[in-house]
């Protein structure tokens, strides 16, 4: 039987925690622009101020308001990891459902390539590559995606490969029923929960990396993000500042992969059988 | 057990990080060697060493005979020379490397060995109060980036009660020596461990929860508990023994995700590993050793997988019938 799997994810506590968190998120990235009355990019009056009235978190060195840069820094995140997220899971659709119907050579080649890409650490090449082209925002999806495909290939593929001898579908087959009906009607439910599970992790992935990234400064200077808020914040620490200036913007950062780890946690409770029920119900 | 398939996997991959590091600065507009060594390097040079640097680097030649050239030198040790460092980037790179080997080293030990014991008691009691708990707060903290972990792990212990170090691996200047060095090292550390610990004892922990839901209801089991044996005896030798092998697999895995990891914690804490020199090398756009740096830390933990993939039949036998 398919598994409904917006069921499963509203029933579990970790899902219903992980989507409004993740909710919260995606709020303070749309509604940046009414939540604050500032500009990210605009340098204000004075550096460095504490909380106040008109600057609810202060202002940083360069006397930009943190609570803005905090808004849109949701927007960078988001945007990096949703953007990473579906071109690597379409990837992974491509080459994990080609190789899987073509099999033969092709399949050994797609498959020793994943493999390949597995064991090499994504953090470094990225690093790599970015201290040679310095990549601007739609550069780093590109390459975040191009490193992150290929987990969810070898997962893709061997559902279809399970999906294409399982009994049911032969059986519907037998009855009349046509290729797109069954792709509708049998393939999709059953492989969308492991699409979305992938899609998480890639997302998750991203939204880490694209911090870590600016954390160590590489990446665009212009654009606001949580890592760099942190990175610039970390020279002030013998400052108070960090308490509004740096707590915040990894807080955030925190709670959006928190969001995402208890989603893709519900999503694959569902996924397994024995992993459902007694589950964190 | 070494097969063909994996043989053919770590060398795809040995040949992607070679060919990257090879083609990355080639491949930039301009001038390679400036690419290679950085702009404002290439200013300083004398007409004469950069006459002798392309012909090191056959860089006046086809790229065929670049690439031989290039691993040529890699073979004979030579990675370039760092003009910040004013040292040979092979030896600025091993100077740095036992530190990030100390903090990684122990981290996966400590994150294993807790991960374990945390991952067996959880998946013994599934379902409890004791369980839930445990599984929430660990997949919380699994949500907490290192990094972040380590700065606050740096402001509370470091700079509000001030009982460990905030930089550093050693206290400059202070001609410690024998035990009171040990406990110099390991007070800088402190810190730096107990962040990537905490961040990555989530993923062995989960994982073995889970192989342990599954080996509880395997038939053993239920015959280990038909013979009568004890609650302990069943608990630590017959499921948790089992539960542990899926943690070994993916060890070399891990290990990557910590080298990684220990690039960013060694930045909060001014560690002088790897990471702190990879960071200080973007800074000064130090090209040859940033090339370095990507090269022995990509090789090592492929170096790391391999030895994984080699030893793991050895430890679960049914993996080497399965072949």
């Known amino acids: 039987m398919h598994i409904s799997l917006k069921k499963e994810i509203e029933r579990s506590n970790a899902g219903r925690v992980g989507l409004s968190l993740l909710l919260l998120v995606i709020a303070a990235a749309v509604l940046a622009p009414l939540l604050s009355s500032y500009d990210p990019g605009q340098q204000s009056v004075g550096s460095l101020l504490s909380p106040s009235?008109?600057?609810?978190?202060?202002?940083?060195?360069?006397?930009?308001?943190?609570?803005?840069?905090?808004?849109?820094?949701?927007?960078?995140?988001?945007?990096?990891?949703?953007?990473?997220?579906?071109?690597?899971?379409?990837?992974?659709?491509?080459f994990g459902v080609s190789a899987a119907l073509i099999g033969g050579l092709y399949d050994k080649i797609v498959m020793r390539v994943v493999d390949a890409f597995i064991v090499i650490p994504m953090v470094v090449v990225v690093i790599l590559v970015a201290a040679y082209i310095k990549p601007d925002l739609p550069v780093l999806i590109l390459l975040l995606a191009a490193l992150s495909w290929q987990g969810g290939a070898r997962v893709i593929r061997a559902q279809t490969l399970s999906l294409k001898e399982s009994g049911h579908i032969n059986a519907s087959r037998m009855f009349g029923a046509g290729r797109f009906y069954v792709a509708w009607r049998h393939v999709l439910p059953d492989i969308v929960t492991i699409l979305l599970v992938e899609f998480i992790y890639g997302v998750r992935r991203a939204v880490f990396m694209e911090a870590g990234l600016a954390f160590l400064g590489i990446g665009d200077p212009?654009?606001?993000?949580?890592?760099?808020?942190?990175?610039?914040?970390?020279?002030?620490?013998?400052?108070?500042?960090?308490?509004?200036?740096l707590v915040p913007a990894g807080v955030a950062l925190s709670l959006t992969i928190i969001g995402l780890t208890f989603v893709s946690h519900a999503a694959e409770a569902a996924l397994d059988p024995r992993l459902r029920g007694a589950e964190v119900a | 057990m070494l097969n063909r398939r994996n043989l053919v996997t770590y060398s795809i991959a040995f040949l992607f990080i070679l060919a990257l590091n090879f083609l990355m600065p080639r491949m930039m507009p301009g001038d390679p060697?400036?690419?290679?060594?950085?702009?404002?390097?290439?200013?300083?040079?004398?007409?004469?060493?950069?006459?002798?640097?392309?012909?090191?680097?056959?860089?006046?030649?086809?790229?065929?005979?670049?690439?031989?050239?290039?691993?040529?030198?890699?073979?004979?040790?030579?990675?370039?020379?760092s003009y910040y460092y004013n040292a040979s980037v092979f030896s600025v790179i091993i100077g740095s490397l036992p530190w990030t080997l100390l903090v990684v080293g122990s981290s996966l030990v400590l994150s294993t060995l807790i991960g374990i014991a945390l991952g067996i008691e959880s998946g013994w009691r599934r379902g409890s109060r004791t369980d839930r708990t445990m599984l929430a707060g660990l997949m919380s903290l699994n949500g907490f980036p290192d990094f972040f972990l380590g700065l606050v792990l740096l402001l509370v212990f470091g700079v509000l009660m001030g009982i460990f170090p905030l930089a550093g691996a050693l206290t400059p200047y202070s001609g410690l020596s024998g035990f009171s060095l040990v406990v110099d090292v390991m007070k800088h550390m402190a810190l730096p461990v107990t962040a990537l610990t905490l961040a990555h004892l989530a993923g062995v922990y989960l994982l073995t929860r889970n192989t342990m839901i599954t080996v509880l209801k395997a038939p053993f089991m239920l015959t280990a508990r038909a013979k009568g044996l004890s609650q302990r005896r069943l608990k630590y030798h017959h499921a948790g023994r089992n539960s542990m092998l899926p943690v070994l697999t993916v060890t070399g895995i891990w290990l990557g995700r910590l080298v990684t990891g220990a690039l960013f914690v060694e930045l909060v804490f001014a560690y002088p590993g790897v990471g702190y020199l990879t960071y200080q090398a973007l800074l000064t756009r130090d090209y040859p050793l940033i090339q370095g740096i990507f090269l022995i830390v990509a090789i090592a933990v492929l170096i790391a997988n391999f030895a994984v993939d080699l030893l793991y039949p050895k430890l679960d036998p049914r993996v080497s019938y399965a072949h």
């Open chain 1, 53 to 94: 009235g008109s600057h609810w978190l202060g202002t940083n060195h360069v006397g930009q308001d943190i609570w803005s840069q905090l808004l849109y820094g949701a927007r960078t995140s988001l945007m990096v990891g949703f953007g990473v997220g579906i071109i690597s899971l379409l990837l992974g659709i491509l």
């Open chain 1, 222 to 245: 212009m654009l606001v993000s949580w890592g760099m808020m942190m990175r610039d914040a970390m020279s002030f620490s013998y400052l108070d500042v960090w308490q509004w200036w």
């Open chain 2, 33 to 81: 060697l400036s690419a290679i060594y950085g702009d404002e390097v290439l200013v300083a040079m004398a007409p004469e060493f950069k006459a002798h640097l392309v012909e090191s680097f056959a860089l006046d030649e086809p790229m065929w005979r670049q690439f031989g050239a290039y691993i040529l030198a890699l073979f004979q040790g030579d990675m370039g020379y």
